[in-house]
């Protein structure tokens, strides 16, 4: 999966709501992140390991999370309910007035067979579209709640 996103939140508010691994994730994230299956597992500076899922998803992840480069946050899946792997990132730029252009990209590799049709639809289907309006939504917001 492939999409772009632009926000009104600026670069360094968009890396604080990825990187931020406290209790506030569940809040921030709170469209895109069920609380019930949300655990951090280990913490760095510049790296996290969480298990997270999407509310109502069948699927769950352990993904280890990077953002050493301050323009780019990574993660590798290396746990999952799918018995698969994957990885993603998120390429952070200046974008429009004070804002930021986000390009997101995100695989699954090695699923079960039987999880292999769900997440063909969710890579090729509208999930995209969908997640990309979740993504500037939930942004937006942070933005406009860390301004006051």
Request: a neutral charge; aromatic letters at 12%; charged letters at 25%.
């Amino acid at each position: 999966m492939r999409f772009d996103v632009d926000t009104r939140a600026s670069p360094e508010q968009v890396r604080r709501a990825f990187t931020d691994f406290s209790e506030r994730r569940a809040q921030i994230w709170s469209r895109t992140l069920d609380p019930k299956k949300y655990e951090l597992r280990e913490q760095s500076d510049t790296w996290a390991v969480a298990r997270e899922s999407s509310p109502g998803s069948p699927f769950w992840v352990v993904a280890r999370y990077d953002w050493s480069d301050p323009a780019v946050i990574r993660w590798t899946v290396v746990e999952s309910s799918y018995g698969g792997g994957g990885d993603g990132l998120v390429r952070i730029t200046p974008g429009a007035d004070g804002g930021s252009r986000l390009h997101v990209e995100w695989t699954n590799t090695h699923a079960r067979v039987l999880q292999r049709p769900l997440l063909f639809l969710l890579h090729l289907g509208p999930m995209g579209w969908l997640m990309s309006r979740m993504y500037a939504t939930t942004l937006d917001r942070y933005a406009q709640e860390d301004r006051h």
